[in-house]
Nanobody, 114 residues
Framework: QVQLVESGGGLVQAGGSLRLSCTAS???????MGWYRQALGKQRELVAS???????AYAESVKGRFTVSRDGARNTVALQMNSLKPEDTAVYFC?????????WGQGTQVTVSS
C-alpha cells in the first residue's frame, strides 16, 4: 500500500509559477510517478509523468512550461509550473504506479487568475 502526500498549489496570477510536491510512503520500488489534473466538468488528464529511469512524458498543453522531476531515493516527485495560464486551473493529483497498482493523492487545487 502506498500513500501519497501532496503539497503546494494555491492561487497565482497568469504568467506566474507554482511548484507541487508529492511524497510516497515507504521505500519500495515505484515504477512511475506523476501528476494528473481535473478541471471542473472535465475528465482527469495526464499532465506529466516520470519513470524510474527518468524518462518523462508531458501533455502537449504544458510542454515547455512545466517540468517534472523525481528523487527516487526519497520517492518524491515535483512539478514546476511556469508561465501558468487560466486554463491550467484544476485540481492536481499525484499518481504512482507500483507492482501493477495505481495510487492517487488527495488532490491539490491550482487556480490561475487572468
Amino acid at each position: 500500500q502506498v500513500q501519497l502526500v501532496e503539497s503546494g498549489g494555491g492561487l497565482v496570477q497568469a504568467g506566474g509559477s507554482l511548484r507541487l510536491s508529492c511524497t510516497a510512503s515507504g521505500t519500495a520500488f515505484i515504477l512511475s510517478m506523476g501528476w494528473y489534473r481535473q478541471a471542473l466538468g472535465k475528465q482527469r488528464e495526464l499532465v506529466a509523468s516520470i519513470f524510474y529511469d527518468n524518462n518523462t512524458a508531458y501533455a502537449e498543453s504544458v510542454k515547455g512550461r512545466f517540468t517534472v522531476s523525481r528523487d527516487g531515493a526519497r520517492n518524491t516527485v515535483a512539478l514546476q509550473m511556469n508561465s501558468l495560464k487560466p486554463e491550467d486551473t484544476a485540481v492536481y493529483f499525484c499518481n504512482a504506479l507500483q507492482m501493477g497498482r495505481e495510487y492517487w493523492g488527495q488532490g491539490t487545487q491550482v487556480t490561475v487568475s487572468s
